[in-house]
């Protein structure tokens, strides 16, 4: 079980020892499986569904997801319907953002026309990295829905987007940083945790 604080690091790298943990291994983990749940609701079973992770750490949430579905219906291949959508040169903040290399743009074998799909990422905030995974989606094909499923809503959002699926509804203010770390990304760690970074001097509620 991940520690109740944790020295964590922002996405430039910062260290902060005002960590906070509020989920730990175990929770995420119970928090995928109920999205994988609801997404066979919704979608009423598996057929049609194509899981596209955001990178970097929507990738391995969409992997994980895939293999509940296969869980849940024993006719689905997970590796068959999981792909990964670099949304790099679609953002609306490159000025401003630390330059990051594109990460390869992968789909199914099927594509996405006329596929359910769903877009899954770690955190959603302001709503733009989504809006941003639309418009790269337009280039590859034209599904029949698309659908968005995030491990944790914190809330804040600046564009008229909202998640079909939510791990954690995790309030916070806008001062504070809510760190996800993943195994399969993030090396040094035991075990994944979310946390909230607060800035030094507050102490996080």
Do not use: W
């Not at 789909?107 to 769903?118: E, N, S, T």
Request: glycine share 8%; aromatic share 2%; proline share 6%.
């Amino acid at each position: 079980m991940a520690p109740a604080s944790a020295e964590v690091r922002s996405a430039d790298g910062q260290k902060g020892n005002s960590g906070r943990v509020v989920l730990t291994s175990g929770d995420i983990d119970r928090a995928l499986t109920r999205i994988a749940h609801e997404i066979l609701e919704a979608n009423r079973g598996s057929e049609g569904l194509v899981l596209l992770g955001i990178p970097r750490r929507g990738y391995p949430l969409a992997v994980r997801l895939a293999s509940k579905l296969a869980a849940a219906d024993s006719s689905l291949d997970p590796a068959s319907i999981v792909g990964q959508l670099d949304i790099t040169m679609f953002r609306d903040d490159l000025a401003r953002q630390p330059t990051r290399p594109p990460a390869p743009t992968t789909l199914p074998a099927g594509g996405i026309d006329d596929k359910v799909v769903v877009l899954v990422d770690d955190v959603l905030y302001s709503g733009r990295t989504i809006r941003a995974a639309l418009d790269a989606l337009v280039d590859l094909g034209r599904p029949r829905s698309v659908r968005l499923a995030v491990l944790v809503d914190r809330g804040h959002r600046e564009l008229p987007i909202r998640a079909d699926h939510v791990g954690k509804n995790l309030p916070t203010s806008r001062s504070e940083k809510v760190s996800v770390r993943l195994c399969e990304v993030d090396a040094g760690i035991d075990a994944d945790f979310v946390a909230i970074d607060s800035p030094e001097g507050e102490v996080a509620a």
